[in-house]
C-alpha cells in the first residue's frame, strides 16, 4: 500500500495520527508537494483521480481519497489498538461525535485558515469574509465539544479514538491563523493537553 502525504495539511494529519496511534509503521510514504501543483499533475490525477490529498493506493490499485475512509480500512487490518469502537452502540456514538468534530470543528477551521493564511493563497481564492463567518462557526461549536469534555475524559468513548483525532488534527492546524481554545473552556484546554502529550502529536510535525 502507498500513502499520498502532505506534512503541513490537515486532512492527512489524521492519517499519520492515526498511523502513529496505531504503531503502523510499513506503509510506503509518498510526500505531495501542494504548493508546486504536484497534486494537479496528469500522472497524480490519472492514479488517485482527484487532486486531493491524503490518497491511499490499495495493492489492487483502489485509490482511497477520503482521510476517514482510509482510517476505515486501516483499523479493519490493523484492529489494535481499537480507535473506531466496538458493539452497536459505541460504534454509534464515536460516529455521532467524529461527524460533530468534523463538520462543526474541522471544516470550518480549516475553511478559515484557508481563507486567511498568506501562503495559502495559491490555493485559494481568498476571501476575509468567509475566513471570518467559519472562524466565527468554530468558535460557537467550541460548547458542544466543551460541554462533552465535561462528561467524559474523552470525545467518543471512554478512551482515545477517531473523533479525538478529528478534532485535535483540526485545532492544531488553526494555530496558523492564532486560533486557540479560549480560558474560559477549562475542558478542552485539558484535553487538548492530553491530546499533545501523546506520542501521536508528533505525527503532525
Ligand atoms: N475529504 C477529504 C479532503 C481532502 C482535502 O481537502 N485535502 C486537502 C489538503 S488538507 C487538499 O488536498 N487540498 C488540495 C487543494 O486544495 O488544491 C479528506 O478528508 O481526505
Not at 10 to 21: D, H, M, S, Y
Not at 147 to 172: F, H, K, M, N, P
Request: aromatic share 6%.
Amino acid at each position: 500500500m502507498k500513502l499520498y502525504d502532505s506534512r503541513l495539511a490537515p486532512n492527512p494529519r489524521r492519517v499519520r495520527w492515526f498511523l502513529a496511534e496505531k504503531g503502523i509503521e510499513d506503509l510506503d510514504i509518498v510526500q505531495v508537494d501542494l504548493m508546486t501543483g504536484a497534486h494537479k499533475t496528469p500522472e497524480y490525477l490519472a492514479e488517485v483521480g482527484v487532486p486531493n490529498v491524503p490518497a491511499l493506493i490499495l495493492d489492487d490499485g483502489t485509490a482511497l481519497t477520503e482521510s476517514l475512509a482510509i482510517c476505515r480500512y486501516l483499523e479493519s487490518i490493523y484492529p489494535e489498538p481499537n480507535l473506531f469502537g466496538r458493539g452497536v452502540q459505541e460504534i454509534a456514538v464515536i460516529e455521532m461525535w467524529t461527524r460533530r468534530a468534523e463538520l462543526m470543528a474541522a471544516m470550518p477551521l480549516m475553511q478559515a485558515v484557508r481563507h486567511a493564511h498568506p501562503a495559502l493563497a495559491v490555493l485559494e481564492t481568498q476571501v476575509p469574509e468567509v475566513a471570518a463567518n467559519n472562524r466565527q462557526m468554530a468558535e460557537r461549536s467550541l460548547g458542544l465539544f466543551e460541554a462533552r469534555l465535561g462528561q467524559s475524559e474523552w470525545i467518543g468513548a471512554d478512551r482515545v479514538t477517531i473523533a479525538d483525532g478529528v478534532l485535535y488534527c483540526s485545532v492544531e492546524f488553526s494555530r496558523m491563523v492564532r486560533f486557540a481554545i479560549p480560558e474560559d473552556k477549562p475542558n478542552l484546554t485539558r484535553w487538548l493537553a492530553a491530546m499533545r502529550a501523546r506520542g501521536s502529536a508528533k505525527a503532525g510535525t
